[in-house]
T-cell receptor, first 115, second 116 residues
Framework: DAGVIQSPRHEVTEMGQEVTLRCKPI?????LFWYRQTMMRGLELLIY????????DSGMPEDRFSAKMPNASFSTLKIQPSEPRDSAVYFC?????????????FGSGTQLSVL | AQSVAQPEDQVNVAEGNPLTVKCTYS??????LFWYVQYPNRGLQFLLK????DNLVKGSYGFEAEFNKSQTSFHLKKPSALVSDSALYFC??????????????WGAGTKLIIKP
């Protein structure tokens, strides 16, 4: 298995532009998580899906952020419009079951820079 | 409220020496505890977890961790450090499952540097 696949690896954009990050979880995993990592705030959970349904989106910073999981093998995180403070590394992770006590498998992340 | 603390930003160890990366936690019920490692420009990788049972948990790459309920600690240990163990280590905790509790609480991370 190729693991959790994220694209793009790096994204540089200008303030105000729309950014879409993509994630392909491990086949058979039914929980998916989007995290954001910054030096200042560490790892933050943005949203959690189980069986393609958003269960907890309380970590989504504001309405500029949205996430979808149209099927079990694909998820997107969209930022529109993007702002410089959104610059961070965004990770997608998946797990079996509910993800409550199972280990998480992380992708390599998307390094986002908003100028 | 749940919380986790990694009191050391950085730990320096000579190769071949034992290493310890500290983690303390606070939960209202029984904890689920995890350690993950992050190598540069990579995602986090699972090392080990404690859910229930034996207090000494063995994980990947020769690491182990001891759950100490009285001290609310879950320190990561390895008997003999390798230069390749140099990385960022994260401790995470979740309270025993409650219907509305999905969040893992992550520590700030500890940078482990192993010197040859």
């Amino acid at each position: 298995d190729a693991g959790v696949i994220q694209s793009p690896r790096h994204e540089v954009t200008e303030m105000g532009q729309e950014v879409t990050l993509r994630c392909k979880p491990i086949s058979g995993h039914n929980s998916l998580f989007w995290y954001r990592q910054t030096m200042m705030r560490g790892l933050e959970l943005l949203i959690y899906f189980n069986n393609n349904v958003p269960i907890d989106d309380s970590g989504m910073p504001e309405d500029r952020f949205s996430a979808k999981m149209p099927n079990a093998s694909f998820s997107t995180l969209k930022i529109q419009p993007s702002e410089p403070r959104d610059s961070a590394v965004y990770f997608c992770a998946s797990s079996t079951g509910t993800g409550l006590n199972e280990k998480l498998f992380f992708g390599s992340g998307t390094q986002l820079s908003v100028l | 409220a749940q919380s986790v603390a990694q009191p050391e930003d950085q730990v320096n160890v000579a190769e071949g020496n034992p290493l310890t990366v500290k983690c303390t936690y606070s939960v209202s019920g029984n904890p689920y505890l995890f350690w993950y490692v992050q190598y540069p420009n990579r995602g986090l990788q699972f090392l080990l977890k404690y859910i229930t049972g034996d207090n000494l948990v063995k994980g990947s790459y020769g690491f182990e961790a001891e759950f100490n309920k009285s001290q609310t600690s879950f320190h990561l240990k390895k008997p003999s450090a390798l230069v390749s163990d140099s990385a960022l280590y994260f401790c995470a905790v979740r309270d025993a499952p409650v219907d509305s509790n999905y969040q893992l609480i992550w520590g700030a991370g500890t940078k482990l540097i192993i010197k040859p």
